[in-house]
C-alpha cells in the first residue's frame, strides 16, 4: 500500500508561509507531479511528505497513519534527488546495497535485491564498475536502483533528471515511465519541466505561491484549465491570452469574462474575415511545425502553431481565425469561466 493524504499542510520559515494549507489525496500506485515556477513551494512539499522538513501545521497521513512527526527512516519512503550521491569507491551493486548492508540484511537476500533491481533498469552489465566509469543517466538508474531494493511505500523524486542533457532527459523518462508500470508504486515527483510532467503524470498538481492552483489529468489541465495561471503554465508554447477589446470579431462571450484565450495549434491564418487581423512578426520553423508569432495591435503579440511546410513571409499580412469551441474565458479574479 501506497496512499498518501496532505491535510491542510503548512509550512512557516518565522513569519513567513512557503506552503499555504495544502490538501491533497495521492491513491495507491498514484503517479503523481507536482510543477510550478521556481519558488512555488514543490520541493518544500515533497521534502515535507518525506520527513525531510518540519510541518508546520496540518497532517500528513501514509497509508492512513499519522506520520507528520514521525522521522524519515519511519516513513517508508525513498528519495532520489538531483544529485546522484553516489559512493566513488564502491561499485554498482555495492551503492545499490548498501543500505541493505547497513540495515544488517543477509547477504543473499542483498544479492536477490540488487540483482532484481539491476534487471528492471537494465544495470547488470554494469554491476562491477564504479560510478565513474557510467554516463550521467546510467548514475541516475543507479541512484534509483539504490532506492529500489528498499521496497518502498512510494517513491519520492525530486527533479532527478535536471543535471542530464536533452538527449538522456527523453531516455530517463521513458524508463521512469516504463519503472512505475513495472513496480505499481507510487511516485510522486517534482519537476519544472511541463514536458516530463504531461508525459508522465497520472495527475498533475500545479502550484502557485505555495497554493494549489489546480490538480488533473494532463489532458483536464490542457483543455480545462481553472485559471489564467494553469492556462498559461501548462502548454508550449503556451496560450495566447488577449484582453476582450472591440480588436476581436468574438461572438457570444459569456457575461463576466475580460479575457479570451486560445491554444496556438488551434488559430486559423487566413487572408480576412477572421476574429482579428495583423502582420507577421517572426517566424520560427522548427521541422514538424513553424512558429507564426503575429502582431494583432491591441489584440497584443499572438503566437500561431503551423505546420512545418508552412509557407508564410515575415511582414505579411494576416488573419487569424479563433474557433469558437477552442475558445477559453476569464473573469476578473482569473478564474475560468465555463459555459453552460
Not at 65 to 75: E, F, L, W
Not at 194 to 213: N, S, W, Y
Not at 217 to 226: D, F, G, K, Q, V
Request: proline residues 5%; aromatic residues 6%; negative net charge.
Amino acid at each position: 500500500m501506497g496512499s498518501i493524504e496532505l491535510k491542510a499542510v503548512e509550512k512557516w520559515y518565522g513569519n513567513v508561509q512557503v506552503i499555504k494549507g495544502v490538501d491533497l489525496s495521492i491513491a495507491d500506485g498514484e503517479f503523481i507531479i507536482f510543477v510550478g515556477p521556481s519558488g512555488c513551494g514543490k520541493s518544500t512539499l515533497l521534502r515535507m511528505i518525506g520527513g525531510l522538513e518540519e510541518t508546520s501545521r496540518g497532517q500528513i497521513m501514509i497509508d492512513g497513519a499519522d506520520m507528520t512527526a514521525a522521522p524519515p527512516s519511519k516513513r517508508g519512503l525513498s528519495m532520489v534527488f538531483q544529485s546522484y550521491a553516489l559512493y566513488p569507491h564502491m561499485s554498482v551493486g555495492e551503492n545499490m546495497g548498501f543500505s541493505l548492508k547497513t540495515a544488517g540484511a543477509p547477504k543473499a537476500e542483498i544479492q536477490e535485491k540488487v540483482g532484481e533491481a539491476a534487471r528492471v533498469l537494465k544495470l547488470e552489465p554494469y554491476l562491477e564498475r564504479r560510478p565513474k566509469d557510467l554516463s550521467g543517466g546510467q548514475r541516475q538508474r543507479v541512484a534509483i536502483g539504490r532506492s529500489i531494493v528498499r521496497d518502498p511505500t512510494a517513491f519520492l523524486f525530486d527533479e532527478p533528471l535536471s543535471n542530464l542533457d536533452a538527449a538522456l532527459r527523453v531516455e530517463m523518462r521513458y524508463e521512469i515511465a516504463k519503472l512505475h508500470q513495472s513496480l505499481a508504486t507510487t511516485m510522486i515527483y517534482v519537476t519544472h519541466d511541463q514536458v516530463e510532467a504531461m508525459t508522465l503524470a497520472d495527475r498533475i498538481v500545479v502550484l502557485e505561491f505555495g497554493k494549489i492552483a489546480q490538480v488533473g489529468t494532463p489532458r483536464e489541465l490542457y483543455e480545462r484549465p481553472a485559471n489564467l495561471f494553469v492556462a498559461q503554465f501548462i502548454g508550449s508554447p503556451k496560450m495566447n491570452v488577449m484582453p476582450i477589446t472591440e480588436a476581436l470579431a468574438l461572438k457570444n462571450a459569456p457575461a463576466g469574462a475580460v479575457q479570451v484565450g486560445i491554444r496556438p495549434e488551434h488559430i486559423m491564418v487566413g487572408e480576412g474575415g477572421g476574429t482579428c487581423d495583423g502582420r507577421i512578426d517572426v517566424i520560427e520553423y522548427l521541422g514538424a511545425d513553424t512558429f507564426v508569432i503575429v502582431d494583432a495591435g491591441d489584440a497584443g503579440q499572438i503566437t500561431v502553431r503551423a505546420p512545418g511546410n508552412t509557407e508564410l513571409q515575415e511582414g505579411a499580412p494576416v488573419s487569424l481565425g479563433f474557433p469558437g469551441d477552442a475558445l477559453h474565458f476569464f473573469g476578473e479574479d482569473g478564474l475560468a469561466i465555463r459555459e453552460g
